[in-house]
């Protein structure tokens, strides 16, 4: 029998289709369809000067704006070889763990909803909460945050934010403990994730899987440690990996990353260096609003980078970065104008979700929702 | 920071492992270093073996295919460039291949065989760009519907569609 599961389903995440293919209720066969979010983000930003992009790569994870932000900022910046202060480094990096914890408690609240374990969602969207304020305070905004700008940060953080940001962090580690004590041990919860959906290594490797779903299946790679970036080799972070590689070691596997994005980013608030947030470059950067008032050529740039933007010499560079669900990589290409010739996102979601059929066939139907929860998708990614 | 010109002798990338395995199987067309990242062009037909040279290759160890998308460069031709992203996990590098595909015959040999990866990837370049891979057993649209017209990615395509 084929059974179809979606668009409009509650635990597909947002608007994936499933063509299930059943014998009883063991899947046979697992057809995913996609492109109901397809918004043709890459055609617009052919259209749009560099710096009008940032806004655009906010909308193709609204779970992990700012990693989507830093991941073009330093596409952008490797073509332009602009050095970025350490200030900002940090703050990016500090912003990048925090929304890193967003976007695993979403996961984690989604996916124990799936499954049938209530509770847990109300918990964890009590610290989203917590975590969308202040990402409000220091960018005015709740989820769409476009806070980096290419050569640094839109602005310095207000000085409120330190604290708040301090509470939540000295806080969260309890929290986690909450969350655990929900589930790690819950026997209905081990029940339905155990040795379910089983991936292993090589699978992982040739169907182009990566993030937390790659290291539960014992493979130990993470961006942040093997190829840093945005000065993430001076943190001192652990990398978990597992080898069960079911449904339940991925969410060992996630909850533990909690715990070290909570201690990256309190290592970055408590390192944080002092100077500026933006890099000195004239023809690139906004300039300070003081400095437009007092200076002809302060607001000269102004005026050409906000009408005509800036031109980026031309070539081609790739830049990947850990997001919270594997390997977000940009693209870009430059052919020498101030509007980017082609952008191409790599979507660790899209790569994760090749691994699907794989996750769900000879399982059963119930079994699906706990697979596709485990690997995180996000559509809008997918699609983009 | 300035940015530094191109390198595109290959003499002087021979050191690089990736440009010394492809350049002794000749598969090599030209190679660049630009901005840190190693950029090697191939023929249409070789880059099936020049993937799995680079896949097994002892020196080289691309073990995971990173990323595959299309550049449409309309009007010059050739017209599509095919760009493999690989990554090597033991070796922690990257390395790009492109092979460059006529717009009058948009079609090349599909890398499923070796990772299944390229699944979701070949089908997207073929909805938004109309390059067709020979040897994928699924060849149709992905993120646009069925009956779509047309390859919005493409460069004469215009960016608010046709109306």
Redesign the interface.
């Known amino acids: 029998m084929i059974l179809n599961m979606g668009p409009q389903h509650p635990s597909t995440h947002g608007v994936l289709r499933l063509l299930l293919e059943i014998d009883g209720e063991t899947v046979v066969k697992c057809i995913p369809d996609?492109?109901y979010l397809?918004t043709?983000i890459?055609?617009?930003c052919?259209?749009k000067f560099y710096q009008q992009v940032v806004p655009l790569t906010d909308r193709i994870d609204y779970l992990c704006p700012m990693t989507n932000n830093l991941t073009y900022c330093l596409a952008v910046e490797?073509?332009?070889?602009?050095?970025i202060p350490p200030r900002a480094q940090f703050l990016r990096v500090m912003l990048n763990e925090l929304t890193r914890i967003n976007s695993h408690l979403v996961w984690l609240g989604t996916h124990a909803l799936d499954i049938g374990a209530m509770t847990v969602f109300l918990y964890c969207f009590r610290e989203r909460e917590e975590l969308l304020r202040i990402f409000e305070n220091v960018s005015g905004q709740r989820m769409m945050t476009s806070y980096f700008r290419i050569g640094g940060v839109s602005m310095d953080p207000p000085i409120d934010f330190w604290s708040k940001a301090k509470t939540f962090i000295d806080k969260f580690s309890e929290r986690v403990d909450e969350y655990e004590g929900l589930l790690t041990s819950n026997p209905i919860w081990i029940e339905r994730t155990r040795n379910v959906a089983h991936l292993t290594a090589d699978d992982c490797?040739?169907?182009?899987?990566t993030g937390p779903t790659a290291r539960a299946s014992g493979?130990d790679?993470d961006l942040r440690r093997?190829?840093p970036y945005s000065s993430y080799e001076k943190f001192d972070f652990k990398v978990p990996v597992t080898n069960t590689g079911d449904v339940y070691g991925r969410y060992l596997l996630r909850v533990q990353e909690l715990r070290e994005s909570n201690s990256i980013a309190r290592q970055a608030m408590e390192g944080m260096p002092e100077g500026p947030y933006k890099a000195e470059a004239g023809k690139i950067v906004l300039p300070d609003r003081e400095k437009m008032k007092t200076q002809m050529e302060a607001l000269i740039y102004h005026f050409k980078i906000v009408t005509e933007g800036f031109t980026v010499?031309a070539?081609?560079?790739?830049q990947?970065v850990e997001s919270p669900r594997g390997?977000m990589?940009y693209?870009v290409?430059s052919d020498g104008t101030a509007k980017p010739?082609?952008v191409?996102m790599?979507s660790a979601c899209?790569?994760n979700?090749?691994a699907l059929e794989k996750l769900c066939v000879g399982r059963l139907l119930a079994d699906v929702v706990a697979a596709i929860g485990s690997i995180d998708i996000v559509l809008g990614e997918i699609?983009? | 920071m300035p940015v530094q010109p191109a390198i595109t002798d290959i003499d002087h990338l021979k050191g690089r492992p990736a440009v010394s395995a492809l350049q002794s199987a000749s598969l090599l067309e030209s190679a660049k270093f630009d901005r840190n990242e190693l950029t090697i062009y191939v023929n249409r037909a070789d880059i099936k073996q020049a993937c799995e040279l680079l896949r097994n290759s002892p020196e080289t160890k691309f073990n995971f295919l990173a990323d595959l998308t299309c550049a449409d460069v309309f009007p010059s031709e050739p017209r599509f460039e095919m760009i493999y992203n690989l990554l090597s996990h033991s070796r922690k590098e990257r390395v790009r291949l492109i092979a460059r595909v006529p717009g009058g015959d948009a079609s090349i040999e599909s890398i499923m065989g070796l990772w299944p990866a390229a699944d979701f990837f070949e089908r997207e370049i073929f909805d938004l760009f109309g390059v067709r891979f020979v040897g994928h057993p699924n060849m149709r649209r992905i993120m646009m519907p069925e009956d779509w017209e047309g390859h919005p990615l493409r460069k004469d395509y215009p960016v608010e569609g046709y109306r």
């Open positions: 996609i492109g397809h043709g890459e055609k617009t052919e259209a490797k073509l332009l070889q602009l050095e490797n040739s169907l182009g899987v493979i790679w093997d190829m010499p070539g081609e560079v790739y990947g390997e990589g693209y290409r010739y082609r191409h790599r899209l790569a979700l090749t699609d983009r």
